[in-house]
């Protein structure tokens, strides 16, 4: 019997690293001790550079041709808006998209359909359920609960026509839409469907991949084709033929540690490449060899190949390989991949692969004197950064500073900033100038941010891309607690809360779409109330922790209290966005390894924390905390030089 590796990863996570192991290119530093499989701890690859074509790991060896009906791909949600007049929701194409995306993550071959491609199996998709359920009486204004229900039925069936799955699946999404009387319109209503579609993936990855019937077929075909291969079955023969029992299962497991662990390979220290095979099928594992290949440079410093012998059913055998790094090894990227052999061609059906930066001379972290670097230009735009695309990554910039209503301040250098950052976020960020939408002044209206938001987002996010939030504008610390708001173009003091956009609810909203990461910053200059003395400000709720963050959303927000912001005249900027653009183009790179993370971000802006005239500092929050040196603080906001 061949273990097959199961447990596949989508998502970026905090706390578990595999799921950056899955991301296309990976630069720079590895996190050294740390196995590769199971699921306890991971390697860290703190390094991320988003391309249009991920590499797959699937889990099962079968070759698998889609076949998805015409009229699945026609299927849409319906529901009756404010008006009572119908409405559509077309969904077959965004079902069928994600489906063959999710299948491509459990198998390993996808054949297309019409393909002369031949394929071990064939899987189908029905939709068996799709509801809308939302209830809103004629032109009412208010706020009326959505749910969604999305239940497809997919089977899995072999040439001989034998059933492998079988089984329904479902996903649900609950959303609060809204109603604000002067349209149609029902805002929100994309959410919950976004939401539906996502648990349906995680369900469909997971279920395949679990399915006994597919993981017993894949067995048989991979026993079948090393019996051919081997002379010893023939070409008419299935997989139930005489001495099929008698193959090994090899898997193992590998570890690469360096002597100071410090998640650096450096010239002169001592390096440990542990690897652990275990045979757990019916037959002797002949002539096992642990290889060793990848970059050249490094792959000599290491004895390779290494016997282990042979290796009896349920053995498990250890080696640990040790090298003492040259030193006269130079600075670079390298890989090192470890891959289990056999003598009679049944060795491991995975490799494993490190990915690390080899630093030549210990402990040389460059100068270490302070040196103050002189303010550059920022509304001069970086040049565009070749080769680095994040195609299925959305941002959304808002910038209000010319309000309709006199009552409510102006911001001189709101939509200056806003502009500037979405063309940031395209240059040296990686996000085509298409996938970012920027709302500035009377093109912000509760309608515009409630739209792009609420159905704009949710139809263009992608868990395979990330979501960026950057909002400049007045607001208001509201009830309960110190609730941010964002206050729309058309707001004034008397109409704030319902012509804004809480903090909270954007969160929510965030928390629901499917991503890698979420990164909300929030710039925002708040209403001082005349009842406020000198230095009484009220905290807000995400300096208490009352906002919560779920999964990959972080909010980074430019001050814990309500006060006004600062700007820099001889900038032409708000403070923080000036701070911002700055650290984007280069000044956080700290490490100058050419990348700008987000812990560089925001140690940098917390550095350029500014004091509010009250002998008080504008304190930085950031919800969740983030660790400068984790996976998350290591995640690229931009590439700082090419």
Wanted: a neutral charge; proline letters at 6%; one cysteine or more.
């Amino acid at each position: 019997m061949i273990i097959f590796l199961l447990a596949l990863r989508r998502r970026i996570s905090g706390l578990c690293s595999s799921d950056f192991a899955a991301w296309p290119a990976i630069i720079g530093f590895v996190a050294l001790t740390l196995a590769l499989t199971g699921c306890g701890q991971k390697l860290v690859f703190p390094r991320l550079e988003f391309k249009s074509e991920e590499p797959k790991q699937p889990s099962i060896p079968l070759a698998v041709r889609i076949e998805i009906p015409d009229v699945f791909k026609q299927a849409q949600l319906f529901y009756r808006d404010s008006c009572n007049v119908p409405q559509a929701i077309p969904i077959g194409e965004r079902l069928a998209e994600q489906l063959k995306a999710d299948a491509a993550q459990v198998f390993e071959k996808i054949v297309e359909a019409g393909s002369t491609e031949p394929a071990d199996a064939v899987l189908t998709p029905v939709l068996e359920t799709s509801e809308l359920e939302l209830h809103i009486p004629r032109r009412e204004i208010g706020e009326y609960p959505l749910k969604v229900l999305i239940r497809l039925r997919l089977t899995v069936i072999d040439t001989q026509g034998k059933a492998l799955f079988n089984e329904a699946i479902k996903g649900e999404g609950k959303w609060t839409a809204r109603t604000d009387g002067t349209a149609c319109t029902v805002q929100g209503v994309m959410l919950p469907v976004t939401e539906s579609i996502e648990k349906l993936s995680d369900r469909e990855v997971e279920s395949l991949t679990q399915a006994v019937g597919i993981r017993d077929a894949a067995i048989r075909l991979r026993t079948r084709q090393e019996l051919l291969a081997t002379g010893k079955a023939p070409a008419g023969s299935g997989p139930g033929v005489k001495g099929s029992d008698e193959m090994p299962g090899l898997s193992f497991r590998a570890s690469l540690e360096d002597e100071n662990r410090n998640q650096m390979l450096e010239g002169g220290e001592k390096v440990v490449v542990r690897v652990e095979v275990s045979n757990s099928g019916p037959g002797v594992a002949r002539g096992v060899q642990v290889v060793l290949s990848g970059t050249p440079t490094l792959v000599k410093e290491f004895t390779t190949p290494t016997l282990l012998g042979d290796i009896q059913p349920g053995e498990k055998k250890q080696v640990a390989i040790t090298s003492t790094l040259s030193a006269a090894l130079v600075e670079q990227q390298t890989e090192l991949v470890v891959q289990v052999t056999e003598a009679n061609g049944h060795g491991a059906p995975t490799r494993k692969r490190f990915v690390a930066t080899v630093r030549a001379v210990p402990g040389s972290v460059g100068p270490t004197e302070s040196v103050e670097v002189l303010s550059v230009d920022v509304d001069q735009i970086p040049a565009k950064v070749a080769d680095f695309e994040r195609r299925t990554s959305y941002a959304v910039v808002v910038g209000i500073g010319n309000y309709r209503e006199t009552d409510v301040p102006r911001l001189k250098y709101a939509k200056h900033d806003a502009e500037m950052v979405g063309k940031y976020l395209s240059a040296v960020g990686g996000f085509p100038a298409d996938n970012v939408r920027i709302l500035t002044d009377d093109h912000a209206l509760s309608a515009d941010l409630q739209d792009t938001f609420e159905n704009w987002l949710p139809k263009k996010a992608r868990s395979s891309g990330i979501l960026f939030v950057y909002l400049v504008g007045n607001g208001i610390a509201g009830p309960p607690g110190g609730e941010p708001v964002l206050l729309s173009y058309e707001a004034n003091r008397s109409t704030s809360s319902s012509r804004g956009y809480s903090m909270r609810r954007l969160e929510e909203v965030m928390n629901r779409l499917p991503s890698r990461l979420k990164l909300i910053f929030a710039d925002l200059s708040f209403l001082t109330e005349p009842a406020q003395s000198q230095g009484g400000s009220k905290r807000l709720i995400w300096a208490d922790g009352k906002l919560q963050s779920k999964g990959r959303t972080v909010v980074v927000a430019s001050s814990s209290v309500a006060v006004p912001s600062l700007s820099v005249e001889a900038g032409q900027h708000g403070l923080f966005t000036y701070h911002f653009l700055k650290a984007l183009r280069g000044q956080a790179d700290r490490n100058k390894d050419g990348w700008v993370d987000l812990g560089e971000v925001l140690s940098y802006l917390r550095d350029q924390a500014p004091t509010d005239g009250t002998d008080s500092r504008t304190e930085l929050v950031v919800v969740p905390d983030v660790d400068p040196d984790g996976p998350l603080g290591s995640f690229p906001l931009a590439k700082s030089r090419h």
